[in-house]
């Protein structure tokens, strides 16, 4: 069945570093790609998605390119602020498959 | 704005109660979701509906019911028969089942056992 690995948290980082949080994916076909993102106490909110292979989605000053050869999803932001901290979630869906998550990974960013 | 409204925020449960999650939609869609997410994991789907009057077990129905008596509500009943319930509750909708549309998140129901 389709299943979603991400980069085992927490990720600790100084305000203005890069980020990468790496997720990989198991799927036939051409599935969806989704990051979303949960703030403490909250519920998950869509930060991007991509639909098809080399398909980039970017909000926010997040970036991920849906790479089929590697099948691959990483989230990437260039400099990362404290407001970034939160619980990072990798997911997949296809057709009428159910949506499938990740691990989720924990961001912590020092001023 | 259209939306997920959940409630109560928080919510406590005796030994041998049953307590209801409320979840409401405003956003016209068709799909509605229940997950548990326990700390430091995923997310872990309990049960969804496609359409009203329609339900359908997910991965850990067990201890927990539901209803989809309208189109924008989708309550979730955690039984005396849950023996682990604390955890954190999410809603979420969608406009089909399973379609490559994203799913949309209520805040969440922190559920704890007294």
């Known amino acids: 069945g389709n299943s979603v690995t991400q980069m085992e948290g927490p990720v600790t980082l100084s305000e203005e570093a890069f980020l990468t949080i790496n997720c990989t994916y198991t799927?036939?076909?051409?599935?969806?790609l989704f990051w979303y993102v949960q703030y403490p106490g909250e519920g998950l909110q869509l930060l991007l998605k991509?639909?098809?292979?080399?398909d980039k989605g970017s909000n926010k000053g997040f970036e991920a390119t849906y790479r089929k050869e590697t099948t691959s999803f990483h989230l990437e932001k260039g400099s990362v602020q404290v407001s970034d901290s939160a619980v990072y979630f990798c997911?997949?869906?296809?057709?009428?498959?159910?949506?499938?998550f990740g691990q989720g990974t924990r961001l912590t960013i020092n001023p | 704005d259209g939306g997920i409204t959940q409630s109560p925020k928080y919510l406590f449960r005796k030994e041998g109660q049953n307590v209801t999650l409320s979840c409401e939609q405003n956003?016209?869609?068709?799909?509605m979701y229940w997950y548990r997410q326990d700390p430091g994991q995923g997310l872990r789907l309990i049960y969804y509906?496609?359409?009203?009057?329609?339900?359908q077990k997910g991965d850990i129905a067990e201890g927990y019911s539901v209803s989809r008596e309208k189109k924008e509500s989708f309550p979730l009943t955690v039984t005396s028969a849950q023996k682990n319930p604390t955890a954190f509750y999410l809603c979420?909708?969608?406009?089909?089942?399973?379609?490559?549309?994203?799913?949309?998140f209520g805040d969440g129901t922190r559920l704890s056992i007294l």
């Open positions: 979420a909708s969608s406009s089909r089942i399973y379609s490559n549309q994203p799913q949309h």
């Open positions: 799927a036939t076909g051409y599935p969806s």
């Open positions: 991509a639909t098809k292979a080399d």
């Open positions: 997911a997949l869906a296809q057709g009428a498959q159910k949506l499938v």
């Open positions: 956003l016209n869609h068709d799909a």
């Open positions: 509906s496609q359409i009203v009057n329609d339900f």
